[in-house]
């Protein structure tokens, strides 16, 4: 193990660059300095996550993670969490693209947000939550990730409400932490839970890590049996409950069916905290915690078969609404929702290395996209509806050339990030297997992701169309713009139609310029040894060689034991002294990633690479030819309304929540049961000293008459039970 | 006839039922003192009969604390009635029914 403190510079310089600016930024209100301040606290976090991460014995370069042991946090018998930082390939390659991804926004934010009141606010907050982000994935246990988790919540719920003048950020931002509520009421019983479990097992512990004093809970996990298949297990409290409540919370932070409401509204927000909260990072943490767990999940075949059902179906879900929405930003909400649900779907199928192939480009190309539109948006003198855009890629050049490259990577063009992470789910999709599930249902999930990026390269299309191809629609109102769309607009929008859309400054376009060099070459890291064979040479999976050890590996058969001769590589036997011995540790090089798969197998997958190319292309003529001449095109009503799921909510769990509360807990248990009993005690006490007044009339000789009263009651208890009464004298 | 032990508890029972209902009936405060005393006086009587009886010193040495406690009570009660016949002019218990002076 390594221990270095340079570790927690990475959270802490963007906690200090948050204070500077909440402190002194407020103060000086200088838009230079509060810029610098943020944008070099998280620098400083980028150069020391790339040092960790690359030095030569960083935490990609060795199986041994590189930790830092700040505190002992709790520390109750047997049980130890520290406030513990660790850096392995997993949370490595996760703080790498957070810190780079987030400076690049961070840049990009000071010319966006220029002239806005709110600046040192808006940067510390962004730097805040920098810091709760990079605590999430640096966590060396569960309960630390919780408080990152917590933390992310809490920023991403101040940033949507950052304009405070704008009437639908309020509402979205008590959405967005309401919904996430939600979520975290299954993550922590999951962590409860887990420990639980492992305290049964013997080892008390919620730590990813072998440490001096602190079992690793994913080794004890790892030892265990897995789980039968059936939906009993889920309510069994074993290994499924875990991993099920953990998913749950997973829903929440990662926007999926039931609780992605939330992630289309806080679209309210800025447009840079859009890519980076709501696109790039936070709602990735969801996967982080599935990958980082992935020992639980796949110990419990049933939570991951629900994982990739939940996964499949959200993307599916998420990418039918976002064809027809008319909000730029709407349609890149709803589509992160639909590309969460594909790294969900790779999870749930046991592809947790394509998961995180696909978070990393997901990040590239969609903060591209975000930032894009942010430029657009900018550009347009805040106009965000698609109908008034058109024409602009005369205006805007540069954000139209990389936000092409944003779009071709979404779409699943070949070289650009997106084609191969997209491919590789499919692939493993439709290859994989799941214990205790007929091999029909993979088949039926690579379906429903193959529909899903056709779609996904209709919508994006679509969007690409109507803002920078076509007529220069906002040259003039629009007519069929119906009147309920227009007073979202503020006040002063009918003015701004008249200004000419303009390019956005350079520290707008330089990040837009390096996320689109990285949505088009970041995929390149990772091309399967299929395709990479095509070439001669370099065949190697550097992506999946460098974190196949971190995810676990679906066993063969649901119900088995962990005897097996393929798992025995990396479950750890009984928990050692050694300090940071990962949860999980094969050899170097996992004999996965280096074996050369067979000669049908590759053939097969290039096949299926084919047809992804396919369907991307498809998918990108038919949003071409649909939209290019039409772009008004009148959507289905049923996907405009994003089928009424608002309403729907609105209906059956918000509303009788409402009535519930008013009529049964307000009027009848608060107003009745609660204020009946502290005014019932009140009236009591009230009447008792009403009859017990009279006692008290000031006569003297009525007082006499009670004393004497009660002394003949004492002597005629006596008198009446005899001597033996007096017993107790005695004793 | 010598003297019974039940003669001496049945006159103290009689002197101790004239003072409680005395108390409880007279009006006039140096009246209810006074039948305070009788009541005292009537325990006296029991304590003496029965240490008599007892062959027992002991009841006797209750005796004398119980007059001691009556003398100081007397000093204390009559220094009482004084004052609220000073304030009120009256001595009538009923009168002095504010719980103040």
Known sequence: ?731 | MTPQLSWYLALSAVLFTIGAVGVLIKRNVISMFMCIELMLNAVNLTFVAFSSFFRDVSGQLFVFIVMTVAAAEAAVGLGIIITIFRNRESLDVDDASTLKL
């Open chain 1, 1 to 731: 193990m390594q221990q270095t403190n340079l570790l927690s510079l990475i959270i802490f310089a963007p906690l200090f660059g948050a204070l500077i600016n909440w402190l002194i930024g407020r103060r000086v209100r200088h838009e230079r300095f509060i810029g610098l301040v943020a944008c070099a606290a998280v620098g400083v976090s980028t150069i020391v996550a790339f040092y960790l991460a690359f030095k030569s014995d960083g935490a990609l370069r060795t199986t041994q993670p590189v930790m830092d042991h700040l505190w002992t946090w709790v520390q109750v018998g047997g049980f130890r969490a520290d406030f513990g930082l660790a850096m392995d390939r997993l949370s490595g390659v996760y703080a790498l693209f957070i810190t780079f991804v987030g400076f690049l926004i961070h840049v990009f934010a000071t010319g966006y947000m220029h002239g806005d009141r709110g600046y040192y606010r808006f940067f510390a907050y962004l730097n805040l939550f920098m810091f709760a982000m990079l605590t999430l994935i640096l966590a060396d246990n569960l309960l630390l990730m919780f408080v990152g988790w917590e933390g992310v919540g809490l920023c991403s719920y101040l940033l949507i409400g950052f304009y405070l003048d704008k009437e639908e950020a309020a509402p979205a931002a008590k959405k967005a932490f309401i919904a996430n509520r939600v979520g975290d009421w299954g993550f922590v019983l999951g962590i409860l839970l887990l420990f639980w479990i492992t305290s049964h097992a013997g080892a008390p512990s919620i730590s990813f890590f072998d440490k001096a004093g602190v079992t690793s809970a994913l080794a004890t996990v790892a030892g265990m049996p897995v789980d039968g298949f059936g939906w009993g297990a889920i309510f069994a409290g074993g290994l499924t409950s875990v991993a099920f409540l953990l998913f749950i919370g997973a829903t929440g932070k990662s926007a999926q069916i039931p609780l992605f409401v939330w992630l289309p509204d806080a679209m309210a927000g800025p447009t840079p905290v859009s890519a980076l909260i709501h696109a790039a990072t936070m709602v990735t943490a969801g996967v982080y915690m599935v990958v980082r767990c992935s020992v639980i999940f796949t110990h419990a075949p049933t939570a991951m078969f629900v994982v990739a059902i939940i996964g499949a179906a959200t993307a599916l879900f998420a990418a039918t609404i976002g064809l027809a929405q008319n909000d730029i930003k709407k349609v890149l909400a709803y589509s992160t929702i639909s590309q969460l649900g594909y790294m969900f779907m790779a999870c749930g199928v046991g592809a947790f290395v394509a998961a995180i192939f696909h978070v990393m480009t997901h990040a590239f190309f969609k903060a591209q996209l975000f930032l894009g539109s942010g430029s657009v948006i900018h550009g347009m003198h805040h106009e965000q509806d698609m109908r008034r855009m058109g024409g602009l890629r005369k205006y805007m050049p540069v954000t139209w050339l990389t936000m092409c490259a944003g779009w071709l990577a979404i779409c699943g063009v070949p070289i650009w990030a997106g084609f191969f992470s997209k491919d590789e789910i499919l692939w493993k999709t439709w290859s994989g297997h799941m214990p205790g599930v007929p091999p029909g249902v993979n088949k039926a999930l690579w379906f429903v992701g193959a529909v899903t990026a056709l779609l996904t390269a209709v919508y994006m299309t679509r969007l690409m169309v109507m803002t920078f191809w076509g007529n220069e629609r906002f040259v003039t109102q629009v007519d069929n713009l119906r009147p309920e769309d227009t007073h979202a607009q503020s006040k002063s929008q009918i003015n701004n139609l008249r200004h000419m859309p303009h390019e956005s400054p350079l520290s707008m376009t330089i990040p837009l310029i390096v996320l689109a060099l990285l949505s088009t070459f970041g995929g390149l890291v990772g091309v399967p040894y299929a395709l990479s064979s095509l070439t001669g040479g370099h065949p190697e999976n550097y992506f999946e060689r460098t974190l196949a050890p971190v995810a676990s590996e679906v066993p063969e058969t649901a119900g088995s034991t962990s005897e097996k001769p393929a798992e025995l590589h990396w479950l750890s036997p009984a928990p050692q002294a050694i300090d940071g011995k990962p949860a999980v540790q094969p050899a170097e090089g996992s004999s996965r990633a280096d074996a050369v798969p067979g000669q049908e197998e590759i053939t097969q997958e290039r096949l299926f690479t084919l047809i992804s190319v396919l369907i991307a292309l498809t998918g990108i003529s038919i949003g071409w030819f649909m939209f290019q001449n039409q772009p008004l095109r009148q959507m289905p009503r049923l996907l405009e309304n994003k089928y009424y799921v608002d309403e729907i909510y609105e209906a059956t769990v918000i509303q009788p929540i409402l009535v519930v509360s008013r009529e049964g807990l307000w009027k009848i248990f608060d107003l009745g049961v609660i204020d009946g009993l502290v005014h019932g005690l009140g009236r009591t006490v009230v009447n008792f000293g009403k009859t017990v007044r009279y006692m008290q009339i000031g006569f003297v000789r009525v007082y006499a008459a009670i004393i004497l009263a009660g002394a003949i009651i004492i002597v005629g208890y006596f008198a009446y039970n005899g001597a033996h009464a007096l017993q107790f004298l005695t004793k």
